[in-house]
């Protein structure tokens, strides 16, 4: 009978002690404030060795304007390449490439 009391004692004192350190949940939540946030911008500058200007065209500045994506001419680079034989000899029956 102590062992079982013994037992409930120590249950108890740990569901207390468990429970005098637990933290109120309202409590602790703070609200962020994006102002309070500092913003360390390191200057990267690098030597490349030469002068890059003689390389842009007049005028440049990658600052100015806006980007827009439809601007960029994109090249299709699929194009059918010839090997000189025929591939499907060496293939198995109803073999398909994009079959998962």
Not at 37 to 48: A, C, N, P, T, V
Not at 72 to 98: K, Q
Request: glycine share 4%; aromatic share 16%.
């Amino acid at each position: 009978m102590t062992y079982r009391n013994y037992l409930m004692i120590v249950f108890a004192t740990a569901v207390l002690g468990f429970t005098a350190n637990a933290n109120d949940i309202s409590t602790s939540t703070k609200e962020l404030d994006v102002q309070s946030i500092e913003f360390i911008e390191e200057d990267h500058s690098y030597e490349l060795g030469f002068d890059t200007s003689k390389y842009l065209p007049e005028g440049f500045d990658p600052y100015q304007g806006q980007f827009s994506v439809s601007s960029i001419n994109y090249m299709d680079l699929c194009e059918e390449i010839e090997l000189g034989f025929e591939t499907t000899e060496y293939l198995p029956e109803d073999f398909n490439p994009y079959a998962e």
